[in-house]
């Protein structure tokens, strides 16, 4: 017998990201769009009649939905980037009581960027300097970029040492990233550059299908792909 569809709240609906996850999920049979949530709709309300959310607003709407999510009991994908230490914190106490994928990146390609960074650095050893590069459109409004960060702490517990990210805003670039290791006589890059943000829209709604019911917890992107 077919299961019946997965019912979707998506928050931050109106905006780019919204959008694209909008545009995604109505061409995909397994998901029904049970609520679109912006500036001045009830979380709650709309979390109520859903199996999961998945959130690409800002990070001043956190606490809504962390309060929403532990009322209902519901499981939770988070695509917003630049959250504080307090609300990274209200995430993790979120996360002891219900799913959470929490991703700076939703794109594969990212995924294995962050992987292959991982081994790129163990491989190389301390003779090779990393930095990062992130350009992305003029409208972003985080600085540096979550993907940024997140390569920043992949290589910060390798070297123990704070990397240097330069951050590059220009017309409408969706996303691009570069991981450089600088060494004695040689350099190695590993880029990566999302043409079109339908990319992050599928890993979120792939990331909702794989948590509706996983246990409590704060889950990445990598736990989603087995990396
Ligand atoms: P955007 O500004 O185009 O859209 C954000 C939307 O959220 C707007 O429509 C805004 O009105 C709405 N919003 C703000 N506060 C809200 C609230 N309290 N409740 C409901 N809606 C609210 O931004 P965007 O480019 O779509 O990016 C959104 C977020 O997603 C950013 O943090 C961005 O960095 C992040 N992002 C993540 C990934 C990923 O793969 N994880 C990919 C792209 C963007």
């Not at 077919?2 to 995909?28: C, E, F, H, W, Y």
């Not at 979390?47 to 999510?69: G, H, T």
């Not at 990566?192 to 889950?219: P, S, V």
């Given at each position: 017998?077919?299961?019946a569809?997965i ?8 905006g780019?990201?919204?959008k694209s996850?909008?545009?995604?999920a ?9 609520a679109?949530?912006?500036l001045?709709d ?15 607003s800002q990070?001043?709407?956190l606490?809504?939905?962390c309060?929403?999510?532990?009322h209902h ?12 230490q307090?609300q ?5 106490e ?5 799913a959470i ?16 960074t991982?081994?790129?650095a163990?491989?190389?050893g301390?003779d ?8 992305h ?11 940024a960060?997140?390569l920043g ?8 040492s ?17 991981v450089?290791?600088?060494g004695p006589?040689?350099r ?11 990319i ?11 948590i509706?019911?996983?246990a ?12």
């Amino acid at each position: 017998m077919k299961s019946a569809p997965i019912r979707l709240t998506i928050i931050g609906a109106a905006g780019r990201m919204g959008k694209s996850v909008v545009d995604v999920a109505q061409n995909d049979p397994e998901i029904q769009i049970a609520a679109l949530c912006d500036l001045g709709d009830s979380i709650e309300s709309g979390l109520k009649n859903s199996d999961v959310a998945i959130d690409f607003s800002q990070a001043e709407s956190l606490e809504e939905i962390c309060r929403a999510a532990l009322h209902h009991r519901k499981p939770l994908v988070i695509g917003t980037t630049g959250h504080s230490q307090r609300q990274r914190e209200i995430l993790e106490e979120t996360g002891r009581s219900v799913a959470i994928v929490l991703a700076s990146n939703f794109s594969v390609g990212v995924n294995v960027l962050f992987w292959l960074t991982r081994k790129t650095a163990e491989l190389l050893g301390s003779d090779f300097d990393p930095e990062i590069i992130e350009t992305h459109h003029k409208m972003k409004k985080d600085s540096p970029s979550g993907t940024a960060k997140s390569l920043g702490e992949i290589l910060n517990t390798l070297r123990n040492s704070e990397i240097s990210i330069q951050s590059i805003r220009e017309g409408e670039v969706v996303g691009e990233h570069t991981v450089i290791f600088a060494g004695p006589g040689e350099r190695l890059e590993l880029t990566h550059r999302a043409a079109d943000r339908a990319i992050f829209a599928a890993g979120a709604l792939r990331a909702a299908k794989w948590i509706i019911n996983k246990a409590a917890g704060l889950y990445s992107m990598q736990d989603v792909l087995g990396l």
